[in-house]
């Protein structure tokens, strides 16, 4: 099961992919960039709920998620 902050970090960074793309193909850098750092801002939220999700199974006696 995911927690909040893993959905919320995949949802960031898909909306920072698509701001990205978009920026790409209409020459727009700056919302390029937002992309890009939306995307990043996402994975670091992902990342600290996979966090979170871990130290919860080992207090559970359950394997860290990274190492399913």
């Given at each position: ?7 919320k ?6 909306t ?9 193909v ?28 871990d ?7 359950k394997?860290?998620?990274a190492?399913?």
């Amino acid at each position: 099961t995911m927690n909040k902050d893993q959905v919320k970090g995949l949802v960031e960074e898909a909306t920072g992919k698509v701001k990205e793309i978009t920026g790409k193909v209409v020459g727009n850098k700056d919302l390029e960039t937002e992309g890009k750092i939306q995307n990043s801002g996402g994975k670091i939220q992902s990342a600290y709920g996979d966090l979170k999700q871990d130290l919860k199974d080992a207090t559970k006696g359950k394997k860290p998620a990274a190492c399913a």
